[in-house]
Every structure is written in C-alpha cells, then in structure tokens.
C-alpha cells in the first residue's frame, strides 16, 4: 500500500512565491492532468541562499503540486538530448574471461535492495573492461518484458526438483545492455506481484534455480570461467557444483561467492535440499553446512550460505569494515575464519551510468560538478510537487530505505523529529516487510504528512529516489550496521551530503568534516553511537554547516559531486580474485 496523504496549508503556496521561476528543460509529458506554466519569466531566481541568473530560459515550467492525479514520479519520462556518461579510456584487460553471474536480482528489472544494483553495475564494469558477461535471474512473473530488449526463447530443457523433471524455458535478453538469461520453470516458483513474497515455497523454488542454471550450462555445453553466486538464495549453486555437475561435464568453471549480508543464513532443512537432487545428511557436519545456532537442537538445520562459503573457491563481502567485523562477531564468524585465506572485502561500487545527474530522464533539470545550477530546481520540484514550504535556507534531509531494525528505525522515527524542530525538512521513502513496523510509520505519515516540513512516503519508486538524491542537501543513513551501503555513494554522486553512523562499508566511504586527522578526506557527518543524542549531533553539525558555513558547504558539494565510488574503480579487485582461481584450458 502506498501512503501519502498530504494536506496542504494555503501559506506553503504564497503569492511571492512564484515571482520567480527556475528553469526545467522543455519536454513533453502525456497522461498528466496538470501543467503549471511560466509565462513572465523574465529573471530567474534559483535560491534563498544564492540568488543568480540564469541564462537558459525555457517558455514552459512543468512545476508539478501534490493535487496532481498523477504523481510526479509517475509521469511519462522521455530520453533527454544529453549522452549518457558513457567512462572513456578504460583498458581492455589483456586475458577476458566468460563470468556467469547468478542471483535473485538485477537492477532495474528484478531489484529490492542493493543486491541488484551491485550485480548490474559489476557485471558493467566487467563488460566495459573487455570480459564476457551474463546474468542469470529467474524469470519473475512480476518482470516487465517490455524492458529486456531483444528478448527470445534460447532453450527449452528439463531441470530436476523433487522427484520430477521440470520442463524449463530459459530466454535470452539484454537489460541496460547487459546480456540476461531468464529462467522460467513451468510450474508454480516464480509466480506473484513481487518479486518476493509470492504464494510459493521461496527457498525450494531458489533451490530449483541453483540447479537450473547448473543445468541449463551443462545441457548447452557453456563452460564459463567463473560463476559468481549471491547471497543465500544461491547458496546450494557451489555445492552442487562440485558434489554433482562437476563430475558430469561441468569441468572448467570456478565459484565466487559475494555475501551481501550476514543477516540471511539461508535455513534450510535436510530433507530440503534433498529436493534439489543432493543427500542433505551429508551436509549436516560442522565443517560443512550444518547451521551453527541449531547445533543440539532436535531437528539440526542446514545454512545454504555456509556451505557456500565452504565450497566457494573464494569468497567476498562487500567492504574491507565488514569483513573484520565479519570475522569478529555472528554466527557464521567460525566458518569466515576457517576460511580467512579465501576471504575477501571489497568496496561496492555504484552505476555511475543509471545514476547520473548529468543525464538521467527523471530529473527536473541535469547537472554536475561544473554547473550546480541544476541541483537547486530539483529541490524546489521536490518541495512544490510534495507540498512542503520552501522559503528560506531551510535545509533538506532525504531517507531513502527499507524499514528494518538494522537500518536503525529508532534512529529515522528521531531524526524526523528533531530535523522538523530545529527547522529543515525531511523525507523519508521506503516500505517495510514487518507489519508492525510498517503501522508504525503509517501512524508517523497520518501525523506529519499534514504539515509542510515532513513526508514520509510508505513505497518504493525508482523514479522519485532518483528525485530525491537530487533534490536533497543531506542523505541521512543511521544504520546499526551496513556492510557496504549505497544510499551515501548514490546522495554523494547527485551532490548530497552524507550524515552515517560509522559502521561496515559507511565508515570505509564517509569522513567527518571536523576530523582534523584527515581534513582532505572529509566528505559527511560521522556520529558513532546508536543512541539519539549521537545523531543529534551529527544532524547540528551539519545543519550549521549549512546555514552558517555556506562558503564551506558549497566545497564539500562539489567535493563530493566530484568522488569517484564508480563500479569501474573497484571492479579490478574482483577481476583479481576471478583470476586467481580461475583455469586456464
């Protein structure tokens, strides 16, 4: 269910406050119901805080209101005349390589969390570099196939699951210019509006999957290098791999696993991964994939991500804090230390191609390091099209996250009320699994989405998160742990400034402004407590920043615009581990 109800005040609309206007560049947009036009334009005036004139004036100003029948974020986008920031001068790595990745999911067709940016914006990486890449994702019923270009049917065959042998059509497409290979069982895995949550057994239909692909390469003789694996979804893929298919015709290729978060173990009973075709008792030893928190317990379970780790070939997670906080607490910490030789931290990276500010179709007006001018509409867009007040400096906080204990819902429910009492505004934008905790926040949405200083938005829309790293001056990300976190490299890469508790992949990417350590590092706000008077702190220092220091915080916007966090940075430490152990025939 999307939430928001927004009432607003006849006073956040003054008459003095459309004396001016900012430029947004002309384009057509169908299926709307409202337009505002600007027809006495004859100075622009883009700011509070920085007045200026603007030289590009176009005729029409499509201003969007919070009475719109079409939200904003859900107008009709069309490509712009600007050329995506395509990175130039890199080299071909002088031995390519075919990688297979296999996952839940695949920005933007398949994508819940950051899983699917990481795999779209790694496997880009690779390409870019000269490698041969293809992603294997199931076939979501909830997929739009209008966004897989050249989309056909590559292969039908059979892949085995409890006994029977499932007829399986795999398809072939491109996704961003990505080549994609679609698994679609006949049967009911797969099936619902989500991509999960669906009315089927989600760990059997991913134990299918693992399989599937395993099969699918087997039967169609592909023989890559290395078969990158995800997460716990495809946590049986490195088992299989080598306690079947690789005894049948499977003989070249070599796993990876990346551990995208600790929290998911993957429990799986023994007579469950019977399913998939392997003797699940075997698999019940400490040294393999038996489940350390069950040991004792009547029944003792199994976690597919442990065993993944002890059948990978090598293993990775997603920052170099996160592996030694890894290494240290939780309960796969025995099993990462066994295995301490093969692991590794490596620093995501973001798709500075999907996410640029310079190109991107759905912003208001485009901008970069050279020409912030852009950036200043987006945040008056924003605070028009939701109905928050805009007059005055008042700095502006974006949230954008699951609603989950680890990204510290006590920490969001204060900043919103500390940020609304101290004079900024904020928006939050995310939905949570629980059902409490989502009432929670529709609850807090009732409250403040009246007023015109708070919006908490209860969804998710690609579209609008683009909006609002743009639109923001700050990116809040208070999480009790990150193992890497992409909201403060995609808030930086759109010009927004960072407020991160110092944790995982947070503390290997953001550096307090007033650390005197390592000044020419600074780049965000830093607070180290999970308590609120932490980020209290945090939210002052930055908010005096903003309005006493505007001098300094225009430095650390083009500070920031300008930090390379691009996949194609970090993307060769990963080309170092496929190469380590891969075969060469």
């Not at 459309?18 to 883009?46: A, Q, W």
């Not at 400034?497 to 402004?513: E, H, N, Q, S």
Request: glycine share 6%; hydrophobic share 40%.
């Amino acid at each position: 269910m999307e939430v928001m109800s927004v009432s607003v005040s006849s006073s956040v609309f003054r008459a003095s406050v459309f004396d001016y206007c900012v430029p947004i560049r002309k384009k057509t947009v169908i299926d709307r119901k409202f337009v505002f036009n600007c027809t006495n334009c004859s100075s622009l005036e883009v700011a509070a805080d920085k007045p200026e004139l603007l030289t590009n004036l176009v005729k029409d100003v499509d201003w969007p209101s919070p009475t719109d029948e079409i939200p904003f974020w859900k107008r009709k986008f069309h490509t712009r005349d600007v050329n995506p920031e395509i990175p130039v001068n890199i080299e071909k790595d002088s031995d390519p390589m075919h990688v297979i990745h296999v996952t839940a999911e695949m920005a933007p067709i398949a994508k819940v969390g950051g899983l699917g940016d990481v795999v779209t914006g790694l496997a880009r990486a690779c390409l870019l570099r000269g490698h041969k890449v293809d992603i294997m994702l199931p076939f979501y019923e909830c997929i739009q196939k209008d966004d897989i270009q050249e989309l056909s049917l590559l292969s039908t065959y059979s892949s085995y699951f409890d006994g029977n042998w499932i007829q399986t059509n795999a398809y072939s497409g491109l996704v961003s210019d990505i080549p994609v290979i679609l698994i679609e069982p006949m049967n009911q895995f797969f099936k619902g509006e989500d991509v999960y949550g669906g009315s089927y057994n989600e760990l059997e239909a991913y134990l299918f999957f693992s399989r599937a692909c395993l099969e699918w390469m087997q039967v169609t003789g592909t023989q890559p290098d290395i078969i990158h694996v995800h997460e716990w979804q495809t946590g049986a893929l490195p088992l299989l791999y080598w306690d079947m298919y690789s005894y049948l015709s499977l003989h070249k290729p070599r796993i990876v696993l990346t551990i995208h978060n600790m929290e998911h173990y993957g429990e799986c009973r023994q007579e469950q991964l019977n399913k998939c075709g392997l003797d699940g008792s075997l698999y019940a030893t400490i040294d393999k994939a038996i489940d350390d928190r069950t040991i004792g317990h009547n029944p003792e379970r199994l976690s597919l991500l442990k065993g993944a780790i002890v059948y990978s070939n090598s293993v990775v997670t997603v920052s170099p804090t996160y592996l030694q906080e890894t290494l240290c607490s939780g309960w796969l910490a025995s099993a990462l230390i066994t295995n301490r030789d093969k692991y590794h931290g490596i620093l995501n990276g973001i798709d500075t191609v999907m996410w640029n500010p310079a190109s991107v179709a759905f912003l208001p007006a485009n901008y970069h390091a050279q020409n912030t001018d852009g950036k200043k509409v987006c945040k008056q867009y924003l605070q028009r099209g939701l109905g928050l007040a805009f007059e005055g400096r008042a700095p502006l906080v974006v949230c954008i996250s699951r609603l989950v204990a680890q990204k510290g819902l006590h920490l969001i429910k204060h900043a919103i009320s500390h940020i609304e009492k101290h004079g900024g505004h904020m928006i939050v934008l995310g939905k949570a699994p629980d059902g409490r905790v989502q009432s929670e926040f529709e609850a807090l949405a009732n409250l403040h989405n009246k007023g015109s200083t708070i919006r908490i938005l209860l969804m998710y829309s690609e579209e609008l998160s683009h909006m609002l790293y743009a639109g923001a001056d700050m990116v809040l990300v208070p999480s009790i742990y990150e193992p890497c976190g992409l909201a403060q490299m995609i808030g930086m890469r759109y010009g927004s400034v960072p407020i991160v508790r110092k944790t995982g992949g947070l503390a290997d990417t953001v550096f307090d402004m007033d650390d005197q350590s390592q000044p020419e590092m600074a780049n965000g706000f830093v607070f180290e407590g999970i308590d609120e008077a932490s980020l209290s702190g945090a939210l002052d220092r930055a908010f005096f920043y903003y309005k006493e220091k505007p001098i300094e915080w225009a430095n650390i916007v083009q500070k920031v615009l300008q930090i390379d966090n691009s996949w194609n940075k970090t993307a060769s430490k990963y080309i170092d581990v496929y190469n380590s152990i891969r075969v060469r025939w």
